[in-house]
């Protein structure tokens, strides 16, 4: 048993200790919150950061494990950890939360409710991304919920109300299968534990003694609870009502944090839980990540609203992740996990730019917008800019997330007729590129280019504050794009420690 | 006869005689609002004194050396209801102090019903013997009824009132007569010693290897086909269970519960949910293991799954068309019924029971803190807005931020969300009886489904309270400091519950036969 270091618990603390602080600290001073929220999810951006120099990238298993008693009875812990699998959502989640602090500039209303519940937030994004114990796991996975309920129903657009019930309902109804999954898989199994370190090393023991249908209804129901996160279609409607409807910096997060707990959960659970499940319906996969891809492109391009576009892009691009599970090589892992990465920085990129454009014209309406170069220079260059990185421009990291998963998918080591599925299934996804060109590119015309309408000359460009985040976002998908082997050095351990568990892979 | 084990309760009986005795010898010309202070800080002081006794017993390890004739017994299981009843007792008076000075007319005999319904509850925790367990839930109910007929100057508190009369009157009956065709089979008022005459004889009332019969009059003599329970043991089984679930308000034994929620003065309908359901709780728990006999069990198991299931789907479903908050707490109440009986049910498996129990002690307790920590901001909300109607509160979570953030949290843990206890109460019954097989899951399944339907009802509470523009009107009014206090209290145990549950779980190891 190693010592804890409770570096990870006070990563896990900090947020909740700024909602904490935020809620006794009064202050009529201007903007006072959003510093003091900057402050926090800062430290735990710098806190995280730490971590990554701290872990060590040759060694496999989990990392800065903490573990104390929590319920004896049940063998219940507080137990937390990373691995390489885990660590760059880590890193990316506190990223991602401490740019939305700055996005979220603008907004003055309530302000003190706003920030506490993106902290509160964060604990339970980073809680979900590090629990090792499937209790704390399950509770850190609802504790997201509550306060993403606030922040879409109390600073949402017009339909707020109405998108923060669906998301809600949507996500509790999901997560109820999660619960039953798990409390079968403790209490039907021996021995009884929710230690996801002991599962994940014992699953060929503990698990398969369940039977196979057992086996397989939970399977089924860890998906669909991950599915309705993912989104995967038809699952995936409270994603665009969500995204419409919530504030710029809440868009963000949903989109760059919240949708990876799903493909988290399934890398982590199914996966690991389930190998020889999963490797059975790895033809499943890559149908249903193809079917993503291009119901979510074909969604995107007819959509008359800036934000639902790129609501339906992620759809699209998280299906990538769902197409590169169903490789079974280390390419195509690494490239998922490295598009869960990607498309969290470069889609909340985006949702920067909708944010921008809305907070000067009021309106996210196609048909409003057009020829805003002509007054926002900077931000219809970055702009550009960020929609290649979104359709997959080399150079930039989405482009070697999208290569990693082709090329995986492709030299599949499957046998007989689901190869060719899975190949052909690839070949088929590979036509959502040039639709996501398609509909990126016509996006881009759209709002920044073509004739300027007179109600827009009087608008100011992107201000410092904006293109800061931006900035940050951009470097990195720069760098992940020019040297990826700076993170997936970290991702390549855990992935080769989960295929090592998959029929016919040896390990 | 050892009475110091009987020490709480005397304080707890002690306290309802003084507080009558003060009530006459304060100058009746002086308005009722000077009066109730001084009323209730006795009775605080009271029930907090027998709280203190209890815990003292505890820590001392004493737990008594004589069980009254198998009457009362003082043994862990009574010790845990009697302190979590008392505690309920309290909140519930430190959240009525304001709306009793307001709207009561008669302090004093409100105080002491309370005290004595206290009492009953406390006593039924503990009876392990027909008459004592009767007599017990007679005083708590007609302490009841009074108590919610307390507020005179409305017609609906007094028709409440009388429902709940009616209903507990018939109630009543059944279950009298079901202990008759117990006491009739077994010759004995001891629930121990039933449960031992139906573990040996139990077989002399299962029907063996009767010929097939046509029609209705044979199928009653002979039983529908062997292996049935002669139709006395039958009879005893179900109106046992279904007079107590009566007192749980399980369906289809409900009706009274909204329109006595309804209807009764707000701090009442807190009471009645919290102590009259705890109590009915603990004696269903052990009524239920008196049945847990190889012949009995299967009948009153199955009884009580189809109540389980009756209970949440229905409280659930019809909670969401509800405009009154207490009426709509009503239903969540009747839906609580259901999730606690799944705990019962998987009291009947050897394996499971030990989870079961401690599923069903701790969801209890947290029940309490839950249920009166929304209460108690209820009671607030509701002397503000004038209202209980949904629609009148809106934004008053804006305008009283902490009691707002309270009522937020008391329902988020009702619906069974982290970080609050409710969620772990939930994970300690559901998997109780996930661990009595695969057959169980579609029970748990059940359940689980129906804590989503709740999140939806609950969540509009929310939503009103705080996205909800606040009407023009009143300024704000401080609330209560002693309702304040009882706010805090609730948030803690809930939140406090949650982190540190492994005491419950050390407590109730030492649990043993219940009877």
Redesign the interface.
């Known amino acids: 048993m190693q010592s804890n270091s409770f570096l990870l618990t006070l990563i896990l603390v900090m947020p909740l200790l700024g909602a904490l602080s935020i809620g006794l600290i009064k202050s009529e001073k201007d903007r006072f919150y959003h510093w003091l929220a900057a402050f926090w999810s800062g430290l735990t951006f710098v806190l995280s950061l730490i971590l990554l120099g701290r872990y060590d990238m040759n060694a496999t298993g989990f990392q800065f494990v903490d573990a104390l ?6 063998n219940i812990q507080y137990q937390v950890g990373v691995d390489g699998l885990s660590l760059p959502m880590v890193i990316l989640t506190s990223l991602i939360v401490f740019i939305a602090v700055f996005v979220s500039w603008p907004i003055t209303h309530r302000s003190r409710l706003f920030f506490a519940m993106l902290l509160i937030m964060e604990t339970g994004v980073l809680g979900v991304f590090t629990a090792l114990d499937l ?1 704390l796991f ?3 996975w ?2 997201e ?2 306060p993403m ?2 922040l879409i ?2 600073w949402g657009g017009a339909r707020r ?1 109405y998108a923060s ?1 669906k998301f ?2 949507y996500t ?2 999901a997560s ?2 999660m ?2 999954a798990f ?2 898989i ?3 199994s021996t021995p009884h534990t929710f230690d996801v370190i002991v599962l994940l090393q014992n699953q060929d023991t503990i698990l398969a003694g369940l039977g196979k249908p ?1 086996q397989m209804a939970l399977f089924i129901a860890l998906f669909c609870c991950f599915a309705v996160k993912l989104p995967m279609v038809p699952l995936h409607t409270w994603l665009p009502d969500a995204h419409v409807e919530a504030p710029t910096a809440i868009s963000v997060v949903l989109a760059g944090v919240l949708l990876k707990m799903g493909a988290y959960g399934m890398i982590r659970f199914n996966m690991g839980f389930f190998p020889d499940m999963m490797h059975y319906l790895s033809v499943g996969f890559a149908v249903l990540g193809m079917i993503n891809i291009l119901y979510g492109a074909l969604l995107a391009l007819a959509q008359t609203d800036m934000k639902r576009v790129i609501a339906y892009s992620s759809v699209s691009h998280m299906g990538f992740v769902l197409l590169g599970l169903a490789a079974w090589n280390p390419t195509g892992l690494n490239g998922a996990i490295l598009q869960m990465f990607t498309h969290g920085t470069i889609t909340a990129l985006l949702f920067i730019f909708v944010g921008v454009v809305y907070e000067r014209t009021h309106t996210r309406q196609l048909e409003d917008l057009g020829g805003l170069s002509a007054r926002m220079p900077l931000a219809s260059a970055l702009f550009v800019v960020s929609a290649l990185a979104s359709v997959g421009a080399p150079g930039m990291s989405g482009f070697v997330s999208e290569f990693l998963i082709f090329t995986g998918t492709y030299a599949n080591t499957l046998a007989g007729t689901p190869h060719f599925v899975i190949q052909i299934a690839t070949i088929l996804a590979a036509v959502g590129i040039i639709l996501g060109a398609g509909y990126m590119l016509w996006l881009t015309r759209r709002v920044f280019f073509g004739p300027l309408a007179e109600r827009w000359q009087h608008l100011t460009d992107i201000n410092a504050i904006e293109t800061a985040t931006v900035a940050i976002l951009m470097i990195l998908v720069f760098v992940l794009g020019i040297y990826p082997a700076l993170l997936v050095d970290y991702i390549n351990p855990a992935t080769v420690q989960l295929l090592s568990q998959a029929p016919g892979m040896g390990g | 006869m050892d009475f110091i084990a009987l020490i709480p309760e005397i304080l707890v009986c002690v306290t309802a005689l003084l507080v009558i005795a003060f009530d006459l010898l304060m100058d009746p010309a002086k308005p009722a609002a000077e009066r109730t202070g001084k009323l209730a800080f006795v009775t605080g002081a009271g029930l907090t004194a027998a709280l203190g006794a209890l815990i003292g017993l505890h820590l001392g390890g004493y737990y008594g050396t004589s069980d009254f004739y198998n009457a009362f017994l003082p043994d862990a299981m009574s010790l845990y209801f009697r302190g979590a009843l008392l505690v309920s007792g309290l909140l519930t008076l430190c959240l009525s102090v304001d709306y009793v000075r307001r709207f009561i007319k008669y302090p004093g005999e409100f105080f002491a019903l309370i005290s004595l319904a206290t009492l009953g509850a406390m006593f039924l925790t503990a009876a392990t013997e027909i008459t004592t367990l009767y007599l017990a839930l007679e005083l708590l109910s007609l302490s009841s009824f009074v108590l919610v007929a307390m507020r005179k100057d409305r017609p609906r508190s007094a028709e409440a009132s009388i429902k709940y009369l009616i209903f507990g009157a018939v109630s009543s009956g059944i279950l009298l007569y079901g202990f008759s065709l117990l006491f009739g089979i077994t010759g004995s008022l001891s629930l121990a010693e039933i449960h031992s005459y139906l573990q040996q004889n139990g077989a002399d009332f299962v029907y063996m290897n009767q010929p097939a019969t046509q029609g209705l009059s044979n199928a009653i003599d002979y039983g529908w086909q062997s292996g049935h329970l002669k139709l006395e043991l039958l009879a005893a089984i179900l109106m046992v269970l279904g007079g107590l679930a009566y007192k749980i308000a399980a369906v289809p034994f409900h009706m009274w519960a909204p329109d006595v929620y309804e209807g009764a003065p707000i701090p009442v309908t807190a009471f009645l949910s919290a102590t009259s359901k705890v109590a009915g709780f603990a004696a269903l728990i052990r009524v239920f293991e008196m049945f847990n006999t190889t012949n009995t069990l299967v009948i009153a198991t199955n009884f009580v799954i189809i109540m389980a299931v009756l209970s949440m789907t229905f409280g659930n479903i019809v909670a969401i068309a509800q405009k009154n908050v207490k009426r709509m707490f009503a239903y969540s109440s009747i839906a609580h019924a259901g999730y606690l009986l799944m705990g019962i049910v998987a009291l009947s498996d050897l394996k499971t029971r030990e989870t079961a129990l ?1 599923g069903l002690f701790f969801y209890l307790l947290v029940y309490i803190f839950m249920n009166l920590g929304a209460f108690a901001v209820m009671t607030h909300l509701s002397t503000q807005a004038r209202s209980s109607d949904l629609h009148d509160w809106s934004g008053l979570g804006r305008r009283y931020p902490w009691l707002g953030f309270v009522l937020a949290c008391c329902l ?1 843990s009702l619906t069974g ?3 609050f206890a409710g ?2 109460g939930k ?1 300690y019954i ?2 109780a009886v ?2 009595m ?2 057959g169980y ?1 579609w029970l ?2 059940v359940g ?2 129906n ?2 339907i709740s ?2 009802y609950y ?1 509009r509470v929310v ?1 009103t309270l ?2 909800g523009e606040p009407s023009e009107g009143h300024a704000p009014e401080a609330p209560h400091p002693a309702l304040t206090f009882a706010s805090v209290v609730a948030f803690a145990g809930i939140l406090g519950l949650f982190l540190f ?2 005491w419950i ?1 050390d407590f109730v ?1 030492q649990v043993g036969t219940l009877l």
């Open positions: 008693p929590w319920i004896p009875q049940f209790f399950f509770a850190m609802e504790l919920l509550i309920y606030f129903g109390l109300q019930m809600i309902l509790m109804l109820a299968f619960f039953l409390l079968a403790y209490f039907l057992l | 401690l988020l969300l982290p970080p969620f772990t994970f559901f998997g996930t661990m097989g695969t899951l748990v399944l689980v489904l804590s989503v999140l939806y969540a939503r705080f996205f549950p492994r779980g190891s």
